[in-house]
């Protein structure tokens, strides 16, 4: 079983597949038989889980609406 990394946890993220907004959970290395990706498990608008390679999404900065 792969390890979790949640230091990241509650990041905002945009996913560049989609460009839909999501929170990012964990990361995790998801080891192939000819090589090792990093990954990422995140949850949408709708509240649904999924993973994706780290490479296809990118943290949003967070702006205070003070």
């Given at each position: 079983?792969?390890?979790?990394?949640?230091?990241?946890?509650?990041?905002?993220?945009?996913?560049?597949?989609?460009?839909?907004?999501?929170?990012?959970?964990?990361?995790?290395?998801?080891?192939f038989?000819?090589?090792?990706?990093?990954?990422?498990?995140?949850v949408?608008?709708?509240?649904?889980?999924?993973?994706?390679?780290?490479?296809t999404?990118?943290?949003?900065?967070?702006?205070?609406?003070?």
């Amino acid at each position: 079983m792969a390890e979790k990394d949640y230091k990241l946890y509650g990041t905002k993220v945009l996913n560049l597949k989609t460009q839909e907004i999501g929170l990012l959970i964990c990361v995790w290395k998801n080891c192939f038989a000819d090589k090792t990706v990093d990954f990422a498990t995140c949850v949408n608008k709708q509240g649904k889980r999924y993973n994706i390679e780290l490479d296809t999404i990118a943290p949003l900065e967070q702006t205070n609406d003070s």
